[in-house]
């Protein structure tokens, strides 16, 4: 039986540590077991099986009688006792030649031992031979290594984690600077005068704390009720809120003191448009609301019919008429302003501007324009004086009721009113601005594409097995040259230069030969190479500042002596011309690009050949190549550029070949090096969020080995999954 | 009428203290500031070649040993401490901050074998050829007290190694076995004996404390488990490993420095075979030690070179060496990450930047800033093909440029059949 166990056991070693938890349960028990047989196995020598621990017994099974007795007949030699009549090599057998019965020992052995020695009589079985010592060790090996395997694979969470980690700070176990809290230090005292238990035994009654000194249950419960957090978050909306408000109030200043009356003109004429959409709709969703909207339109109507205003009766109007016969201007505004009586005195939707009368309301409407609807909603009767209470984004039915009613208890209650509805604004604020940061969450995945790429590359590098660390260090390029100065660098550059100048060279070569093919491999081998333009996504827009004149204007002397210069300049290069070079030039570069035939026609054959003889012309025809197609330059239709098409060398020096390690498509790769860290492009904030460093090491501080702690911190963090609210809470000072 | 001015805010332009920095409005508009890849490409190249002329890692020598170097001990609990024991048998401690010798004393008859500092930092151990483990007290004696050890136990045979528990008064030896020892009693609490071979190095786990691996002469590594009354597993290996380290972050790796001029890295779980190989040195390895951020770890070598390889990558980021250095026989890297000591054959012990070009001391806010900048930018252009070149240009000394070149030949052809 036990053979059989230790083979069970031997099998164990080619399970790996990750199999199920139940077969780990099992091998810790088969482990127990086996552990505990060494120790039966001394116990069995030294007091005899009858004290045999029945646990052990248990443990063991049947079994251990068979393996207890193989080792006592090897080793019982070394026993210290004074007893040598109970030994059986001490038991002499009378005679010589004759063999030791079993009834010879019988009288020394116990009652048991006795009862065990006669069932043993009855069973012709012989006993299973006893393991080597080498075999028993190897097991004990195999069984104590998977135990050990398994123990230290608790740490594998914790290696990862650390490998993905953006940064690491060491020492590990750091103790938060700064004071500590009052109650950490007091905790360890104890109240021992009477005095001082007095004290104490006031303040227990009075519910007062005593361990915790600066909180009372009141005011833990106030904490727990919201968080400093949560207040935090609040606070920083709020001031949000108020700070859009200034925003668009000052907006609104600014747009009112506008005195450009073409600006008003067409403002207006959008605000007319707008109205009228709105009074659309308000007749199919609220026609009484319509219907107070007519019947003020309808009064605006009579107002202006009352007025004389553009009437051109007025002094301006008069001034105006007699300057209109010869004045094309004057008759036009006379003209507007007729054209703007008749708009306003016309009937029903198309005469809806009725807040023109006066400069007043006109500035008014302009703030409605911009301001966003709640600015202009009826003011509270509560804060009218408090400009910030005023604010309120969106409305629900039910707190229009509510201020209705509210209105109509009028102002009894003004205080408590005023408190209500900061409480209600300040809510509705809170709202909306959850909605908004729903929408950040989706953004946040693309506002962190570099940072979400590292965690690609190290998700490529860890990966699911342990055994498999992916190496992407490349070996050092040693040399014999030291760099010492800057200028060494250079140098470094330049033999890199004309390194890889000749493969390039050889290229253009054989693109002259094959024209075609090497232009559709050139185009291929392009794809392979990571261009720098490719790289630059996005493309730089020239930036255009408007130059001041410098110049003045140009007299007629100035004119003169400017064509004179000209003439000058003329004369002085009269010889060339550099349009009709130019061109030529742009030619020469077009045929150099052109495809041309090939003629691989071999005088002499299948013909005569000799001195004065051509190939006849139908077998030039023959083995003549016809060019391909040229490819449309860029600069075809371009008469002053000449663009080459060409790979440039020296910007392929600094353009990376080929797709880097841990990268899979050049996307992933373009788009690391696309985003620009500098602060010149970056806010600070970011700028020390993208350049945090990978390792932190605290100046001077011993950087102890990794100690149990950190295996429980890690379980911890494992079981509080990450939060959107953890990322708002850590970055609500980014986003105010 | 109203006169329209120019009026400016001064809390916009004007500083707090004549010591903040003037304060420079910035526009983000990305029209104003256009190639921005170019431009950060021209500062990451120019970033690279500072880095390199920059780098001088050669700090300072230590010199005053009559005999090789042949171990080193850090101190446990102060950083400015180095103990260091050579082959004459002489122990030494060093002041780094001073770069001095504070105290000599002659531990050993012939080689000193091991030095370890207990983990409260009052006492080390040593061990050496004349088979003794001797515990002394890190205080120097005071005046007229003899240089005298506080214990002393008289082994039967040679011991070559040494190593203490972290949180015990236990400590571990090699020799002819690997004994665990228990610092009250002068026998052994534990040896373990796997075939008849001597074992030249043995090392605690830093954070599995119960676990230990030894390197034998057999070519192979055993691990042990203190607890277990026999070993547990053993690696055999084409070559002899001199020495092993275990990685102090991450429990079950560990790597071992071969006789076939490079490191194994392994997992202690599954030895079958090493999770990376570190090649480049040119002759064996005979030292090893982790950054104690566990991110890197240093190589001493008879090549004369020391060089540092990331833990997962199979060759060095950085290699040092001197003209004077020679073989080179201890190495360890400083409890704060930022120096390199290095042992060797002719007397010196000498002191490195493991950052060849970084610089020491306190860095200003900006200063540091800046660093780390650049640092992102070099990571972010490294794959370009100028800034790559001149990240990766070392100097060599000729003979181990050639050696190495002969060697990678003598791969290929390998590799070819």
Same mark, same amino acid.
């Given at each position: ?45 030294d ?107 608790? @740490?594998? #969470? ?6 993905q ?19 950490? =230090?007091?905790?360890? @005292? ?12 006031v ?89 107070e909207?007519?019947?003020k ?102 707190e229009?009721?509510?201020? #209705? ?17 900061? =409480? ?20 946040? =995945? ?27 260090s ?60 490719e ?7 020239? =930036? ?49 690009g ?26 030039r ?7 391909a ?45 696309r ?36 295996l ?11 939060? @959107? ?5 850590n ?6 | ?52 002329? +920059? ?49 000599t004393?002659q ?25 003794t ?5 890190? /205080? ?18 040679? +011991? ?15 020799g ?5 020892w228990?610092?009250?009693r ?7 004996t796997?075939?008849?071979?001597? +074992? ?11 676990l ?24 055999v ?15 079950y ?32 390895v ?40 020679q073989h ?22 000498r002191?490195?930047?493991?950052n ?13 800033e ?15 093909? /100028? ?31």
């Open positions: 039986m036990k053979l059989k166990k230790s083979k069970k056991i031997k099998k164990r070693p080619g399970i790996n540590d990750e199999t199920s938890a139940v077969s780990d349960e099992m091998q810790e028990e088969d482990s127990e077991d086996i552990a505990a047989v060494p120790d039966a196995i001394r116990y069995d020598e007091e005899g099986e009858e004290d045999l621990n029945p646990e052990l017994k248990e443990q063991v099974g049947p079994g251990h009688r068979l393996l207890g007795r193989g080792h006592r007949s090897t080793r019982l030699e070394e026993r210290s006792e004074a007893a040598l009549l109970v030994s059986e090599f001490g038991a002499n057998a009378e005679g010589d030649g004759a063999k030791i019965e079993l009834s010879d020992l019988l009288p020394t052995a116990s009652k048991k031992a006795q009862k065990q020695i006669e069932t043993l009589k009855k069973s012709n079985r012989t006993l299973d031979t006893p393991l080597s010592r080498q075999e028993t060790e190897r097991i004990h090996r195999d069984v104590a290594f998977q135990k050990v395997a398994t123990e230290v694979s608790q @740490w594998k #969470s914790v290696i990862q984690q650390n490998q980690a953006e940064q690491l700070v060491f020492p590990l176990n750091q103790e938060p600077s700064g004071p500590k809290p009052i109650e950490h =230090v007091v905790a360890g @005292w104890k109240a021992q005068t009477p005095l001082e238990q007095e004290i104490f035994a303040l227990n009654a009075n519910k007062q704390p005593i361990n915790n000194p600066i909180l009372t249950p009141a005011e833990e419960e106030s904490i727990k009720a919201m968080s400093l957090e949560e207040a935090k978050i609040r606070r920083a909306e709020l001031q949000k809120a108020r700070a859009l408000q200034s925003y668009y109030e000052a907006k609104a200043r600014r747009d009112r003191k506008i005195k450009s009356k073409k600006y008003r003109k067409v403002h207006n004429k959008a605000k007319r448009k707008e109205m009228l959409k709105q009074f659309d709709e308000m007749v199919k969703t609220n026609p009484e609301g319509a219907l909207e007519l019947k339109l309808e009064m605006g109507r009579m107002q202006e019919r009352m007025s004389l205003k553009h009437q051109n009766s007025g002094k301006w109007a008069k001034s105006k008429a007699i300057m209109a016969k010869y004045d094309e201007d004057a008759r036009k505004a006379m003209q507007q302003q007729l054209e703007i009586n008749k708009e306003l005195t016309q009937k029903v939707a198309t005469a809806l501007n009725n807040d023109e009368e006066d400069e007043d309301d006109e500035e008014e409407a302009d703030t409605e324009e911009v301001l966003p609807d709640f600015v202009n909603d009826v003011e509270k009767a509560g804060d009218a004086s408090n400009p910030w209470m005023r604010g309120k984004l969106t409305e629900e039915e039910q229009k009721e509510q201020e #209705s009613k509210m209105a109509e208890e009028v102002i009894l209650l003004e205080d408590e009113e005023e408190m209500e509805e900061e =409480v209600n604004e300040e809510e509705k604020l809170l709202r909306e601005f959850e909605n908004r940061r729903k929408q950040q969450e989706e953004d946040i =995945v693309d506002e962190t594409a570099l940072s979400e790429f590292t965690s690609i590359i190290r998700g490529l590098t860890q990966k699911p097995e342990v055994e498999t660390i992916v190496d992407n490349t070996p050092l390029e040693e040399g014999l040259t030291r760099i010492q100065t800057l200028e060494d660098t250079e140098k470094l550059q330049e033999t890199d230069i004309s390194e890889t100048a000749e493969p390039e060279v050889v290229e253009i070569v054989q693109a002259d030969e094959t024209a075609k093919e090497t232009s559709t491999k050139k185009a291929k081998k392009r794809k392979r190479n990571i261009e720098l333009k790289v630059i996504t996005k493309e730089s827009r020239v =930036v255009t500042v408007p130059l001041k004149v410098t110049t003045e204007e140009v007299g007629e002397e100035d004119m003169e002596d400017e064509m004179d210069q000209r003439g000058l300049i003329k004369e002085a290069f009269a010889g060339d011309d550099v349009i009709s070079d130019f061109l030529k030039e742009k030619r020469k570069k077009e045929d150099a052109k495809p041309k035939a090939i003629d691989l026609t071999l005088p002499g054959w299948g013909e005569w050949g000799g001195k004065g003889l051509k190939p006849s012309r139908k077998k025809q023959r083995f003549r190549t016809k060019p197609q040229a490819v449309v330059r860029k600069d075809a239709k371009l008469p002053e550029v000449i663009m080459s098409e060409q790979r440039d060398k020296s910007i392929t020096l600094h353009q990376v070949s080929s797709l880097p390690f841990p990268f899979e498509n050049y996307a992933q790769f373009e788009s690391t090096i985003c620009p860290l500098g602060r010149t492009w970056n806010s600070e904030k970011t700028v020390k969020k993208v350049t945090l460093p990978r390792v932190v090491t605290q100046l001077g501080a011993i950087i102890e080995p990794m100690g149990r702690e950190e429980k911190k890690s379980q911890q963090q494992k079981a509080e999954p990450h939060t @959107w609210k953890k990322w708002m809470e970055n609500i000072g980014d986003i105010i | 009428m109203k006169v329209k001015v120019l009026s400016r805010n001064p809390d916009d332009y004007v500083r707090e203290t004549k010591y903040d920095i003037q304060r420079v409005p910035r526009n983000y508009d990305p029209s104003l500031h256009p190639f921005e890849v170019n431009r950060e490409y021209a500062r990451a190249l120019n970033a690279t070649k500072l880095e390199r002329v +920059f780098a001088k890692p050669f700090l300072a020598s230590l010199d005053g040993h009559r005999d090789g170097v042949n171990c080193m001990a850090k101190h446990s609990t102060n950083l400015s401490s180095l103990l260091s024991g050579s082959c004459d048998g002489e122990l030494k401690i060093w002041n780094l901050t001073k770069r001095e010798c504070v105290r004393l531990a050993h008859e012939g080689f000193v074998r091991g030095i370890v500092v207990r983990f409260c930092g009052t006492s080390f151990f040593t061990v050496g050829d004349d088979k483990i001797k515990q002394w007290k890190m /205080q120097s004696p005071g005046y007229g007290e003899e240089e005298e050890p506080l214990n002393t136990i008289l082994g039967k045979t040679v +011991f070559t190694g040494l190593d203490h528990h972290r949180r015990e008064g236990v400590f571990a030896t090699c002819q076995q690997v004994d665990i228990d610092e009250q002068s026998s052994p609490v534990r040896s373990f796997w075939g008849v071979d001597s +074992f030249s190095s043995v090392r605690f786990n830093p954070v599995e404390t119960e230990l691996a030894s390197c034998a002469s057999d070519r192979s590594i055993v691990l042990y488990d203190m607890r277990e009354a026999t070993p547990l597993k053993k690696v290996m084409t070559m002899r490993s001199n020495t092993l380290c275990w990685n102090p972050m991450e429990a790796y560990f790597t071992c420095a071969n006789e076939d001029y490079s490191l194994y890295t392994y997992d202690m779980r599954n030895l079958e075979q090493p999770v990376v190989v570190h090649m480049d040195h040119v002759s064996a005979l030292d090893v030690d982790f950054s104690p951020t566990g991110k890197e770890f240093v190589s001493a070598s008879f090549d004369k070179t020391i060089r540092i390889f990331p833990k997962d990558g199979g060759h060095s980021r950085e290699v040092y060496h001197t003209k004077r250095m080179v026989i201890c190495i360890k890297w400083s409890a704060d990450n930022k120096y390199i000591l290095s042992g060797s054959d002719e007397m010196n012990i002191l490195w930047k493991a060849a070009s970084e610089k020491l001391g306190v860095l200003a806010h900006r200063e540091r800046a660093a780390n900048y650049n640092q992102k930018l070099k990571e972010k252009y490294q794959h370009h093909p /100028q800034v790559k070149r001149i990240a990766r240009h070392r100097h060599l000394p000729k003979n181990i440029y050639h050696q190495a070149k002969e060697l990678r030949v003598m791969r290929e052809a390998r590799r070819r059949k």
